[in-house]
């Protein structure tokens, strides 16, 4: 039976100044899910090391789901033929969509339609688009909550959440994969977690002993280098962040946590 998932409890309001919903109810070492929503720049992060992405997959399994405008955003770039990709400048993005369209074409990765509930995509699509308009005004740029591209920037993430909101309302855990910080806080708001890129390799490292910290720090600098950027406030300062605290396969610090 999988543990009874933080975001099954009453969520408290987060400070205005916070950039990602951090859970601090989650551990380092991954807590089983029904379902992980991974949006579309968190696996463009992990595409761009294949060598990660496969180490992701072994360990999430078949848990791993992305919502269908997720599958849409990847094969969109993936079908731009590669003579074109650099005038688009679309080169290591492409080449990053080619790995993950074979996934979603062998089924290692899933794709799941959201139900229809209008009332839940109003608002969530509200709050990504409050939060846009608030870092919009904080760079001094102009903005429309009209203008077309933008509309469409949060589908993936908006499907994430509604997916995720579904698998909690059937009984199941799910968590958000994300690097996009208002996307966790506009899931955090509907009572799903979120995880990011750092918190992967912290778990990869908590599951492979042989994973050198300072491995994963270089590992993440360059995967987040082009796209996939995470907050300030999140983002790891050392490789510390990747150093598994466990001693002969215990920790005391993540197995409190999952109890």
């Known amino acids: 039976m999988l543990p009874r998932g933080p975001n099954l409890r009453p969520r408290p309001s987060l400070p205005s100044t916070r950039k990602y919903a951090v859970d601090p109810a989650l551990p380092q070492r991954r807590r089983p899910v029904t379902a992980a929503l991974a949006d579309t720049g968190l696996l463009y ?10 180490m992701f997959l072994d360990l999430y399994g078949e848990t791993v789901v992305v919502a269908t405008a997720v599958a849409e955003e990847i094969r969109a770039v993936a079908n731009v033929p590669r003579p074109g990709r650099p005038h688009q400048n679309l080169v290591l993005m492409g080449a990053c969509a080619d790995r993950l ?39 001094g740029e102009r903005w429309s909550p009209i203008d077309v591209n933008r509309a469409k920037r949060h589908n993936g993430e908006t499907e994430s959440i509604l997916v995720a909101a579904d698998v909690i309302k059937a009984g199941g855990t799910a968590i958000l994969l994300t690097n996009d910080g208002g996307a966790s806080l506009a899931a955090w708001k509907q009572g799903v977690s979120a995880r990011n890129l750092r918190n992967i390799l912290a778990e990869l490292a908590c599951e492979n002993s042989h994973l050198a910290k300072e491995d994963l720090l270089t590992a993440f600098t360059e995967m987040t280098a082009h796209f996939g950027t995470l907050p300030t406030e999140v983002r790891p300062t050392d490789s510390s962040a ?8 215990e920790c005391q610090i993540c197995d409190a946590s999952m109890r």
């Not at 992060?45 to 496969?54: V, W």
């Not at 089924?107 to 870092?135: C, H």
């Open 242 to 249: 990747f150093r598994c605290r466990a001693l002969a396969g």
């Open 101 to 139: 369209v074979t996934k979603l074409d062998d089924k290692t990765i899933a794709v799941r339609e959201p139900s229809e509930n209008s009332g839940l995509l109003f608002t969530v699509q509200q709050q990504l688009r409050e939060l846009d308009r608030a870092a919009a005004t904080r760079r």
């Open 45 to 54: 992060t992990l595409a761009h090391r294949p060598k990660y992405l496969e």
